[in-house]
């Protein structure tokens, strides 16, 4: 049986083809972000949004495929894996073409551009591909979001967002005046609608 250590991890960054994946998918989340999502995101967005997912499962699966020598319970786990997330862009997919709650609220880019790079980074370098690296999933994504808020920021605004975010800003004006906690519900309210 072939262990996993620390020649796969060189490996994995040295062959780096899982870089030219996370490259796009980072520049789509952005640009989607500040000119589709500013305002919120419509169930049109959220089904393109299920189909990225859907693209990069199968991503993965031509390259679990194209493996040799590899642990059997790792590839079939990863296997399972990517048609999960195969799975989750379909029901992204359906919800949109149905009620679009779930489609709006799971179908996000941030969440979605997000999940997309770090299960990648997980599937193209199998030693990240643990219950630990979850954790460090869930825990990243708050950082994760605050980076694309401001990242975001440096792109040219449209006319009507620049009417758009004289009113945001008015609004938020308020709520960091009444605290930090205020303004973290109101970012999460944001976030959720």
């Given amino acids: 049986m072939v262990t996993i250590g620390a020649e796969e991890i060189v490996y994995g960054l ?5 870089i030219w994946l996370l490259i796009p998918i ?21 089904i393109s949004n299920g189909t990225l997912i859907i693209f ?3 991503s993965w699966l031509q ?8 642990p059997l319970d790792i ?14 862009g379909f029901i992204i997919i359906a919800s949109g ?4 709650e779930f489609a709006r609220v799971y179908g996000r880019i941030r969440v979605v551009t997000f999940m997309l ?6 599937i193209h370098v199998p030693l990240f591909y643990n219950f630990v690296s979850v954790l460090i999933f869930v825990l990243i994504f708050p950082v994760y979001y605050v980076l694309i808020s401001e990242l975001i920021k440096f792109l040219p605004s449209t006319k009507k967002e620049v009417k758009i975010e004289k009113n945001y800003r008015k609004r938020y004006e308020n709520d960091k005046r009444k605290g930090f906690i205020t303004f973290g519900r109101a970012k999460l ?3 959720l609608d």
């Fill in 63 to 70: 390259v679990i495929s194209s493996r040799y020598n590899f």
């Fill in 117 to 122: 790079m770090f299960f990648t980074l997980m």
């Fill in 56 to 58: 990069t499962g199968f």
């Fill in 14 to 18: 040295k062959e780096a083809n899982f």
């Fill in 97 to 100: 073409f149905f009620t679009g």
């Fill in 26 to 46: 980072f520049i789509i989340g952005i640009v989607t972000d500040k000119y589709q999502e500013s305002n919120g995101t419509s169930i049109g967005n959220a």
């Fill in 75 to 88: 590839e079939a786990s990863q296997y399972l894996f990517s048609f999960l997330i195969i799975l989750y």
């Fill in 189 to 191: 309210k944001e976030y």
